[in-house]
């Protein structure tokens, strides 16, 4: 099969001319920009300082994050106490009547064979 040249149907565009890029000059404000130093500019440098901010930032957060979970541990806690003050005061009331009933009773046994 041979390859002729076809022309496209009308409603396909076509490039009939070709455009050649030109470099256009650099805008004014471009040469107010300060040029960093080439030690601050070097990825080893960046990273470097990169780690030291992530290490200063991470010691910053544990001692507010221990802060703040003392704190909440700390309410979490008190309100656990005082929801079980009241089941605490009745086990405790039954356990010392139940003590001071034995006590009494095993005092009365005592004291009616001994002739009290």
């Known amino acids: 099969m041979s390859r002729a040249a076809r022309t496209p149907p009308r409603y396909v565009p076509t490039l009939t001319e070709i455009v050649t890029?030109?470099?256009?000059?650099?805008?004014?404000w471009v040469a107010d920009v300060p040029v960093l130093p080439d030690e601050v500019t070097e990825p080893e440098s960046f990273s470097s300082m990169q780690?030291?901010?992530?290490?200063?930032?991470m010691q910053r957060v544990n001692v507010l994050?221990?802060?703040r979970l003392?704190?909440?541990?700390?309410?979490?806690?008190?309100?656990h106490t005082r929801s079980l003050e009241?089941?605490?005061?009745?086990?405790?009331?039954?356990?010392v009547?139940?003590?001071?009933?034995?006590?009494?009773?095993?005092?009365?046994?005592?004291?009616?064979?001994?002739?009290?």
């Open 21 to 28: 890029p030109v470099a256009e000059p650099a805008p004014d």
């Open 51 to 57: 780690e030291q901010i992530v290490h200063r930032v």
């Open 70 to 79: 003392l704190e909440a541990i700390t309410t979490v806690v008190q309100q």
């Open 97 to 116: 009547r139940q003590s001071v009933s034995e006590a009494v009773a095993e005092e009365l046994a005592i004291g009616s064979s001994a002739g009290i």
């Open 86 to 95: 009241p089941l605490l005061r009745e086990e405790i009331e039954s356990v």
């Open 65 to 67: 994050v221990e802060q």
